[in-house]
C-alpha cells in the first residue's frame, strides 16, 4: 500500500473518532466485502481491517474486472485481509465464502457504470441483477446478520429530482441500464428484507472520488481529469461545464457505511451518502490546475444522450439523524490527497488506465 494512501486513511481514522460503542461491535467480526478491491471497497477494507482487530477477518471477493492489468491496485497487504479472485456469478466461488460464518456483508461489486451498461447491457444485467440475487439467497440461507448494499444516487432519482434529492423521492426516468440495474437492486434487497427477514441496508452513493480509483473509459470525472492534465491531454467536457455534480471523499463513503452496518436504526431502509454540497464540473477541472501547477486547455462537446442531469445534490439530513454521518473532508484537501496518489503511484496507474483509441467516457 502506498505512503500516501495509508497516510491518507491514517488521518481520516484519526479525525472521524468513531465512538467506542462501534469500535467493541466491530472487534473480531468476519466480513465479507464484494468488490473489495474497487476505488470505494479498497478503501473500506483498509478501514474495517482496523476496527476487526487481529481476531477479525475481512474476506474479499473479486473478479478483478475493473482495470486494464486485471490486478488489485494499491491494494491493502494486511494480516487480517484474506483476498480470494471470484466472480459473484459462480456459484462456486460464492460457496467458499459462505461457509465461513460470516456476520456481515458490504456489496460494492457492480458492472461500472453508465456508458459500459450502454455499450454491455446483458453483461450489466447479469452482474447488477443475477449476481445481487444469488447473494441475497446465500445470505438468507447461512443467516448473515447484515448485508450493505452499494446502490447509486444517480439510478435513484433519474433526471427530474427536486435539489436536494431526498430518500423519499424516486424516479422512473432511468437513462441507461446501469441505473435500472441499481433500482432493480435495491428493490430486490427490500423484497428480500420484507419476504426473508434480511436486515438490508441501501447506501445510494454520489459521485465518489479519492485515492483508489484507476482511470478509464467508463471510469468518473475526477480521476480521468487529474490523468488527462498530468498527461497533457485536454480535458473534454460534454455541456457547458456549469453542470454540477455531488462530489463526495471515498472515505467520508466509507465513513457513512461502517456506520450504517452499526446502526439498529437502517434495518430495510435508503440512505444518500454524499457531501451535501454541489460543485461545478468546470470547477474541478480549475482545481486541479491549480495544484498541479498548468493551466490545461478545454474541448468542450455536446452532452451524451442518456446524460441528462444538469444537477445533483443530496439531501443527507436523513443519514445524519439516523447514524450519525458526518462528512469531514473538504473537497479541496480530498482533491490533495487524490493527486499525490496520482503522483506517488503514477507508473502502476499509467500501465492500468484503459482509454481505447477514439473512446472516452467524456466524449460518448
Ligand atoms: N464510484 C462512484 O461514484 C459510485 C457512485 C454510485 C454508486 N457506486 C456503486 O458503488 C460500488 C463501488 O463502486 P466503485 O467506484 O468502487 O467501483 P469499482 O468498479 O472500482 O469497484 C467494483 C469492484 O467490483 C468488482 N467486480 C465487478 N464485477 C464483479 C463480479 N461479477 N464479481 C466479482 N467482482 C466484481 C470489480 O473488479 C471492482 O473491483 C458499485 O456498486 C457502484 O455501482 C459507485
Excluded at 487480517?80 to 460464492?94: C, E, H, S, W
Excluded at 501547477?293 to 445524519?320: C, E, M, P, Y
Aim: charged share 20%; net charge positive.
Amino acid at each position: 500500500m502506498s505512503k500516501t494512501r495509508e497516510l491518507a486513511i491514517e488521518s481520516y481514522f484519526q479525525k472521524v473518532n468513531f465512538e467506542n460503542k462501534l469500535v467493541n461491535f466491530y472487534k473480531g467480526k468476519k466480513i465479507l466485502v464484494i468488490g473489495g478491491a474497487g476505488a470505494i471497497g479498497s478503501n473500506l477494507v483498509f478501514m474495517l481491517s482496523e476496527l476487526v482487530g487481529a481476531k477479525g477477518t475481512i474476506y474479499v471477493l473479486d473478479n478483478l474486472s475493473t482495470n486494464k492489468l486485471h490486478q488489485a491496485i494499491d491494494f491493502p497487504n494486511l494480516s487480517n485481509v484474506l483476498f480470494a479472485k471470484g466472480d459473484i456469478k459462480n456459484d462456486q466461488d460464492l460457496k467458499r465464502f459462505f461457509r465461513e460464518d460470516i456476520d456481515f456483508i458490504f456489496h460494492l461489486a457492480a458492472f461500472f457504470a453508465n456508458q459500459n451498461s450502454i455499450d454491455y447491457p446483458e453483461s450489466s444485467a447479469n452482474t447488477d441483477i443475477i449476481g445481487l440475487i444469488k447473494l441475497l439467497d446465500l445470505s438468507i440461507l447461512s443467516k448473515i446478520k447484515k448485508f450493505i448494499y452499494a446502490s447509486s444516487g444517480c439510478s435513484i432519482y433519474g433526471s427530474y429530482g427536486k435539489m436536494p434529492l431526498k430518500e423519499d423521492f424516486i424516479s422512473m426516468h432511468l437513462t441507461t441500464p446501469y441505473q435500472i440495474n441499481k433500482m432493480a437492486g435495491e428493490m430486490y434487497c427490500n423484497f428480500y428484507h420484507h419476504h426473508y427477514g434480511l436486515d438490508v441496508v441501501n447506501c445510494r452513493f454520489f459521485n465518489s472520488f479519492g485515492p483508489g480509483e484507476v482511470p478509464g473509459q467508463y471510469r468518473n470525472v475526477i480521476p480521468n481529469f487529474i490523468y488527462w492534465s498530468m498527461n497533457g491531454i485536454p480535458i473534454p467536457i460534454t455541456g457547458s461545464g456549469n453542470e454540477t455534480r455531488d462530489f463526495t471523499y471515498v472515505l467520508d463513503l466509507v465513513q457513512g457505511l461502517i456506520k450504517s452496518c452499526f446502526s439498529n436504526e437502517t434495518s430495510g431502509k435508503s440512505f444518500n451518502l454524499a457531501a451535501g454540497k454541489e460543485t461545478k464540473i468546470i470547477k474541478v477541472k480549475e482545481k486541479i490546475d491549480i495544484l498541479l501547477g498548468i493551466r490545461n486547455k478545454v474541448k468542450f462537446k455536446s452532452v451524451r444522450r442518456w446524460d441528462t442531469k444538469k444537477r445533483l445534490l443530496a439531501s443527507i439530513n436523513l443519514a445524519k439523524k439516523t447514524f450519525g454521518y458526518n462528512p469531514i473532508m473538504s473537497f479541496d484537501e480530498g482533491l490533495s490527497h487524490n493527486i499525490d496518489w496520482f503522483i506517488e503511484n503514477r507508473e502502476i496507474i499509467d500501465d492500468a488506465t484503459d482509454f481505447p483509441p477514439g473512446m472516452s467516457s467524456a466524449i460518448r
